[in-house]
């Protein structure tokens, strides 16, 4: 958020003048320019927002799960601050809906590499009791029963 020369020195002693940042997390495959776009229209579009400095959006960060963006504007009314957050974050949401822009929801991708060994996991605790597993008395790996039938003195 820079102006020609630095902050904005006379708005930050202004106590009327206030800068919303509203942080969002899209998906990733969204189109970072379509988000930007998005991101300042929807402050455009806002009443309470000043034209002057005029909204800005940055891209923060590539997250491992999103890429943040972040859009600053000023209003002119801080009493007004928390339903014109509000309001911004409301048309943020209808815009992205519109635009086919994702935001991420709390899951994790699982790769699975070797499906020889995951069936074998499987096959092996769906037989053990309810909360038992190999670490917690459950039976052993086929690996590590053959590993303890090797070390086990001959009779």
Aim: proline share 5%; charged share 20%; glycine share 8%.
């Amino acid at each position: 958020m820079r102006q020609e020369g630095g902050f904005w020195p006379e708005l930050q002693s202004d106590p009327k003048h206030h800068c919303q940042r509203i942080s969002v997390s899209v998906a990733y495959g969204s189109d970072a320019r379509q988000v930007q776009a998005a991101l300042l229209a929807v402050a455009q579009k806002n009443g309470e927002v000043l034209t002057a400095p005029a909204p800005s959006v940055t891209l923060d960060e590539f997250a491992a799960s999103s890429i943040n963006f972040t859009l600053y504007a000023f209003i002119g009314d801080v009493g007004k601050s928390g339903a014109i957050r509000t309001d911004l974050a409301i048309a943020i949401l209808d815009a992205f809906a519109e635009a086919g822009i994702a935001i991420p929801s709390g899951r994790a991708e699982i790769t699975i590499r070797n499906f020889d060994t995951l069936r074998e996991m499987i096959a092996q605790n769906a037989t053990l009791a309810p909360g038992k597993g190999p670490a917690n008395g459950g039976r052993k790996s086929s690996s590590e029963d053959a590993a303890a039938n090797a070390a086990a003195p001959v009779k």
